[in-house]
């Protein structure tokens, strides 16, 4: 067996001590795959005296980063202590220093891929990422491997366990969104403060990074039109459920031609669809190549052990080799698209469902019917209930499901109707996935 491998944790949080756990309680299992012994000999941290979700030696720990970029038997540094800034610095550091790096820190590569791969090559050396989209479920690997003989054409993901579990408690339970936050938030699936998760950019962050890999666009997490859970109302989980779906967040992206769209938004799923029965903080990734037709992957897309089980099959890859052959052979954010281009998302076609609070008096449907009419939106069914209890003002609820039309006019449409006097904006809308 060849030398020992040596490795530097930088951060050792929840993810981190689940490495450090695999590392030191499961030594001869991956010494064996790997074809030599993984060694930890440094764990860089803030705070020595924080308590650890696993047990180090005490010389192990240490605040100092240069001395693991000084230590010529540190061969990788893992980092792990989140955040863009200060993990930035960290990663360009060990580079420069000659070591590997594995992360999961998906917002760094989001706004900085380019620079910490140019950084890479540079170098010499490789940047290893399984962890930073979707935990313990190999879609890196996947994408950059077992599909490589695929054109992609589309993806479709639930990237966010947070806002799965809360869209499970809201469709299941009837819950609320603050109910079902507040027991995400319990349950430690949902942060103290979750803006990031709900908000949608979270997904994003993953999305651009997924997008890098199969069709080579480098997009900024700017320019993905995203929107999150925290405005779902009950009602339109109920009238989703009246019509045959579920909502789901989702990251989707599709390849038309040499035109890429891409957004994160909830989106009613028909009820049987795979991606619709992936519940609780499951994460799933549905994906279409012109060769290999539909495949899906869904697993736990965070937590401490099923991320660093990601962490650590990329430390395998790295001790074996296989990781420097395919991160020479991708070149990811080296700028090859292959002529792919961005579509403007006001171009993508899509069904909607529209939720509208209308006066309840003859000729509102007609009303609304010619706005629709007049930018090209063409109605498939309508539901009317009366007004829900809980709801002053007289008005009742109007739920319109659309044949395909333009997201552009759809929008143009929507922002007519919320100027009706018969209608008391804002409108709710969310893309249907048939």
């Known amino acids: 067996m060849s030398e020992a491998l040596g490795i530097a944790l930088i951060g050792c949080g929840t993810v981190g001590g689940g490495v450090a756990r695999l590392l030191q309680e499961q030594g001869e299992r991956l010494a064996i795959r790997a074809g030599r012994p993984l060694l930890l000999r440094r764990v860089v941290v803030r705070d020595p005296a924080k308590p650890r979700p696993v047990e180090l030696p005490r010389d192990m720990v240490t605040t100092d980063l240069q001395s693991v970029l000084g230590d010529p038997n540190i061969r990788i540094g893992v980092e792990l202590v989140g955040g863009v800034d200060w993990a930035k610095q960290a990663v360009l550091a060990l580079l ?11 917002a760094l590569l989001a706004q900085h891929g380019a620079e910490v791969f140019d950084a890479a090559r540079k170098y010499g050396r490789t940047v290893a990422f399984e962890a930073s989209v979707a935990g313990g479920v190999p879609i890196i690997a996947a994408l950059a491997q077992c599909l490589a003989a695929n054109q992609i054409q589309s993806l479709q993901g639930i990237l966010n366990g947070t806002c799965n579990f809360i869209l499970t408690r809201m469709t299941e339970n009837g819950q ?22 709900v908000n949608g950019t979270d997904a994003a962050h993953k999305l651009a990074i997924l997008v890098q890999i199969a069709f080579g666009l480098s997009v900024p997490v700017e320019n993905i039109d995203r929107r999150g859970i925290a405005d779902i109302d009950s009602l339109d989980i109920r009238f989703a459920r009246e ?25 009613l799923l028909r009820q049987l669809a795979p991606l619709a029965m992936i519940r609780g903080a ?15 992957f869904a697993g736990q897309g965070a937590g401490q052990m099923p991320t660093a089980s990601a962490v650590v099959a990329d430390l395998i890859d790295l001790a074996v080799g296989r990781a420097q052959r395919t991160f020479a052979t991708l070149k990811l954010w080296s700028g090859r698209c292959n002529g792919i281009q ?18 309840d008096r003859p000729g509102v449907l007609a009303d609304v019917s010619r706005v629709l009419a007049q930018h090209q939106i063409s109605i498939a069914s309508v ?3 009366e007004a829900p209890e809980n709801h002053e003002g007289g ?21 007519e109707l919320d100027h009706l006097s018969c209608v008391a904006p804002p409108s709710v809308y969310y893309p249907v996935a048939d």
């Open 282 to 296: 499951y994460n799933a990734i549905h994906v279409v190549g012109d060769a290999v037709g539909d495949v899906l």
């Open 383 to 385: 539901i009317q209930h």
């Open 395 to 415: 008005r009742v609820p109007l739920v319109i499901m659309t044949h395909t039309a333009l997201t552009g006019d759809f929008r143009a449409a929507v922002a």
């Open 342 to 359: 961005l579509q403007p998302s006001s171009t993508v076609r899509s069904r909607f469902y529209l939720r509208l609070f209308v006066e």
């Open 243 to 267: 019509l045959g779906y579920t909502i789901k967040l989702l990251a989707e992206t599709w390849l038309s031609g040499a035109k890429l769209a891409l957004h994160v938004s909830p989106v």
């Open 96 to 106: 420069a220093a000659g070591k590997d790096v594995v992360t999961a820190n998906k």
């Open 176 to 197: 609320s969104y603050a109910d079902a936050l507040a027991e995400a938030q319990r349950f430690g699936y949902a942060e103290a403060d979750p803006t990031l998760d």
